[in-house]
């Protein structure tokens, strides 16, 4: 029961008619109440007032108040209502709608790979990481900053190399990357990770993969180390699992493929270590945990190691040559994130 | 006519367009001063002799300017490219400047001397790695931020990595190492119940067996009478146990 509010009535009065209404001193502005003066009309084909229209604040979002209560409840019954209906029919009962999610309503991406698509397979087995998967290579990493790493990127280093089985990390003094590349080659690393650091912070990561690979550039953000989480165990030395999710697309096979030539490849189960490169909308999760079985039903993870989203920004032929190298891929802000629902990866 | 006092007084008293003026110093902005400071002994306007050093491109050259060309500023300053070699160019600035006054001589050297330390800093600086300065658009990085936000919440990664790991386990890629593994459990009961299966099957084989050979033998056994169980026996009830009660 909804009255015009007035300045003296107290409004849980119940709805008189209209006519006594217009004798009643308002104060209030009521426009939108119809006056039918001559005959009591059913309440139901008044509409209620604009609350919006009432001056006085503290009145007002009482209204409003009531309002959102009763729309809620009103709410509430009508899903009691078709959950009874949907069990009274049991199997007739229409199925349940899927909410739409941006998952869903991804934009078809025709660079998604079909697992048995054999032009896929073709490429991937002579593309650049093969030689990690034919088990002819075995990952050796090594691990650099930018230029005078502050100490947030120099502790973000030391946990990436302890994540990192064979990893050795090597500061930057001042060299060309260009220059530190042949030196890796010599000294027979696969993968060369460069953090860079901006305000204190490590902020962008360069993934170049060795004997003439690709090179990804990532956009790192909210980083937290391994005495940042709370109760966090120690990392032991071995092996990790490789979890690689959501790498749909041609690009993302890619980078999947990079990642995880970065791990050796047979995992010691013995360790229950797991790293997780989750992609999620273009975003990049990564973690590291500890897992135990409680039975063939339940894990439990317990997170280790750092923990930081990637994005990636770009992806080259061949090593780093930024002036002419050949970028099969490059994020373009203003032309690609331009729609909610299209990811690349 | 060129008088420098009566130019002095006026600018330094008056308006000068190349006098910066701050709380300590007062500097000169003229691009051809030697010093950069404003006095009387370094403003170019207001001497008529007057001579710098100045940097193009890399290359230094040494200006100099005299009364007798005052009236002609068109020709004004007289242009000397100075030598690459640092005291080859120190002696082209003394012998230039022959009979100058000393401070302006001095002054000139210095300069000289400043200019070229800076050319060698920049020409280190740029075979040194450069850092690119790329702008961030401020609304850009907080949509992003808003969007990672957003994905983190929806993608529930530590349920996805459950998932994984639990699917790995039923795939078997672990092994034997987990003896919790429902499909190892499963198979071995399946393999105890053939095994057991295949057992009494044969039992009762042998027992068919045996019953056939009784049978075919069937001779008459002359059995001694049960004995009554000795008192000893009886008295020894303690050390019963279930399984003779059994027999």
Same mark, same amino acid.
């Given at each position: 029961?909804?009255?015009?509010?007035?300045? #003296?009535?107290?409004?849980?009065?119940?709805?008189?008619?209209?006519?006594?209404?217009?004798?009643?001193?308002?104060?209030?502005?009521?426009?939108?109440?119809?006056?039918?003066?001559?005959?009591?009309?059913?309440?139901?084909?008044?509409?209620?007032?604009?609350?919006?229209?009432?001056?006085?604040?503290?009145?007002?979002?009482?209204?409003?108040?009531?309002?959102?209560?009763?729309?809620?409840?009103?709410?509430?019954?009508?899903?009691?209502?078709?959950?009874?209906?949907?069990?009274?029919?049991?199997?007739?009962?229409?199925?349940?709608?899927?909410?739409?999610?941006?998952?869903?309503?991804?934009?078809?991406?025709?660079?998604?790979?079909?697992?048995?698509?054999?032009?896929?397979?073709?490429?991937?087995?002579?593309?650049?990481?093969?030689?990690?998967?034919?088990?002819?290579?075995?990952?050796?990493?090594?691990?650099?900053?930018?230029?005078?790493?502050?100490?947030?990127?120099?502790?973000?280093?030391?946990?990436?190399?302890?994540?990192?089985?064979?990893?050795?990390?090597?500061?930057?003094?001042?060299?060309?990357?260009?220059?530190?590349?042949?030196?890796?080659?010599?000294?027979?690393?696969?993968?060369?990770?460069?953090?860079?650091?901006?305000?204190? *912070?490590?902020?962008?990561?360069?993934?170049?993969?060795?004997?003439?690979?690709?090179?990804?550039?990532?956009?790192?953000?909210?980083? *937290?180390?391994?005495?940042?989480?709370?109760?966090?165990?120690?990392?032991?030395?071995?092996?990790?699992?490789?979890?690689?999710?959501?790498?749909?697309?041609?690009?993302?096979?890619?980078?999947?493929?990079?990642?995880?030539?970065?791990?050796?490849?047979?995992?010691?189960?013995?360790?229950?270590?797991?790293?997780?490169?989750?992609?999620?909308?273009?975003?990049?999760?990564?973690?590291?945990?500890?897992?135990?079985?409680?039975?063939?039903?339940?894990?439990?993870?317990?997170?280790?190691?750092?923990?930081?989203?990637?994005?990636?920004?770009?992806?080259?032929?061949?090593?780093?040559?930024?002036?002419?190298?050949?970028?099969? #891929?490059?994020?373009?802000?203003?032309?690609?994130?331009?729609?909610?629902?299209?990811?690349?990866? | 006519?060129?008088?420098?006092?009566?130019?002095?007084?006026?600018?330094?008293?008056?308006?000068?367009?190349?006098?910066?003026?701050?709380?300590?110093?007062? !500097?000169?902005?003229?691009?051809?001063?030697?010093?950069?400071?404003?006095?009387?002994?370094?403003?170019?306007?207001?001497?008529?002799?007057?001579?710098?050093?100045?940097?193009?491109?890399?290359?230094?050259?040494?200006?100099?300017?005299?009364?007798?060309?005052?009236?002609?500023?068109?020709?004004?300053?007289?242009?000397?490219?100075?030598?690459?070699?640092?005291?080859?160019?120190?002696?082209?600035?003394?012998?230039?400047?022959?009979?100058?006054?000393?401070?302006?001589?001095?002054?000139?050297?210095?300069? !000289?001397?400043?200019?070229?330390?800076?050319?060698?800093?920049?020409?280190?600086?740029?075979?040194?790695?450069?850092?690119?300065?790329?702008?961030?658009?401020?609304?850009?990085?907080?949509?992003?931020?808003?969007?990672?936000?957003?994905?983190?919440?929806?993608?529930?990664?530590?349920?996805?990595?459950?998932?994984?790991?639990?699917?790995?386990?039923?795939?078997?890629?672990?092994?034997?190492?987990?003896?919790?593994?429902?499909?190892?459990?499963?198979?071995?009961?399946?393999?105890?119940?053939?095994?057991?299966?295949?057992?009494?099957?044969?039992?009762?084989?042998?027992?068919?067996?045996?019953?056939?050979?009784?049978?075919?033998?069937?001779?008459?056994?002359?059995?001694?009478?049960?004995?009554?169980?000795?008192?000893?026996?009886?008295?020894?009830?303690?050390?019963?146990?279930?399984?003779?009660?059994?027999?």
């Amino acid at each position: 029961m909804t009255c015009p509010p007035t300045s #003296w009535s107290i409004p849980n009065f119940p709805k008189m008619a209209t006519s006594k209404k217009k004798k009643m001193p308002v104060r209030e502005e009521t426009q939108d109440v119809e006056n039918d003066s001559a005959m009591a009309v059913p309440s139901s084909a008044i509409p209620p007032p604009n609350i919006s229209s009432i001056k006085n604040k503290m009145r007002r979002t009482q209204e409003f108040i009531k309002l959102k209560r009763q729309r809620r409840k009103e709410k509430k019954e009508l899903q009691k209502k078709k959950k009874r209906e949907a069990e009274a029919l049991g199997d007739e009962a229409p199925p349940k709608k899927v909410p739409r999610t941006i998952e869903n309503m991804r934009v078809f991406d025709e660079t998604m790979v079909d697992p048995q698509d054999e032009e896929v397979l073709h490429d991937e087995a002579h593309d650049e990481m093969a030689s990690y998967f034919t088990r002819d290579t075995r990952p050796k990493v090594l691990i650099t900053s930018s230029d005078r790493p502050r100490s947030t990127t120099t502790r973000f280093l030391k946990e990436l190399g302890q994540c990192i089985p064979n990893s050795e990390i090597y500061y930057r003094r001042g060299l060309d990357l260009k220059k530190v590349i042949p030196q890796a080659l010599s000294k027979e690393f696969t993968d060369i990770i460069v953090i860079n650091e901006d305000r204190r *912070k490590p902020n962008g990561m360069l993934l170049c993969h060795l004997p003439d690979g690709p090179t990804a550039h990532f956009k790192i953000s909210n980083v *937290k180390l391994h005495d940042e989480i709370k109760r966090a165990p120690k990392s032991t030395e071995h092996h990790p699992e490789v979890i690689l999710n959501n790498f749909n697309t041609r690009l993302g096979h890619t980078v999947g493929r990079m990642f995880a030539a970065l791990f050796p490849h047979d995992p010691q189960f013995s360790g229950r270590q797991a790293v997780t490169f989750h992609n999620q909308r273009d975003f990049i999760f990564f973690r590291h945990h500890r897992y135990l079985f409680k039975n063939n039903k339940r894990v439990g993870l317990n997170e280790l190691g750092p923990r930081f989203t990637l994005k990636l920004r770009s992806l080259q032929k061949g090593t780093f040559d930024s002036k002419f190298g050949e970028y099969e #891929w490059v994020h373009k802000r203003h032309e690609m994130d331009t729609s909610r629902r299209k990811f690349f990866l | 006519m060129q008088h420098d006092d009566v130019i002095w007084s006026v600018i330094n008293k008056g308006f000068c367009s190349f006098k910066v003026k701050t709380k300590s110093q007062k !500097f000169c902005r003229n691009e051809y001063s030697l010093t950069g400071l404003c006095n009387r002994g370094s403003c170019p306007l207001a001497n008529s002799q007057y001579a710098t050093v100045r940097e193009e491109k890399g290359v230094c050259f040494l200006y100099m300017k005299t009364i007798e060309r005052a009236a002609f500023p068109g020709r004004l300053w007289e242009k000397v490219k100075l030598s690459r070699n640092y005291e080859k160019a120190l002696q082209q600035i003394s012998e230039n400047l022959i009979y100058w006054p000393y401070f302006i001589r001095q002054k000139c050297k210095q300069r !000289f001397t400043k200019i070229t330390q800076y050319l060698i800093r920049m020409r280190k600086l740029t075979l040194k790695q450069q850092k690119k300065l790329v702008p961030l658009s401020r609304k850009v990085e907080k949509r992003e931020r808003r969007k990672e936000q957003k994905a983190l919440v929806a993608a529930q990664v530590e349920n996805a990595i459950e998932k994984e790991l639990l699917e790995r386990l039923k795939q078997g890629t672990y092994g034997d190492i987990y003896n919790i593994s429902q499909t190892a459990f499963d198979k071995a009961l399946e393999e105890e119940e053939v095994s057991s299966e295949s057992e009494a099957e044969e039992e009762k084989e042998e027992e068919l067996e045996e019953e056939m050979e009784e049978e075919s033998e069937a001779e008459v056994e002359y059995v001694e009478d049960f004995e009554e169980s000795d008192i000893s026996d009886i008295e020894d009830g303690d050390k019963f146990s279930t399984t003779d009660l059994e027999r």
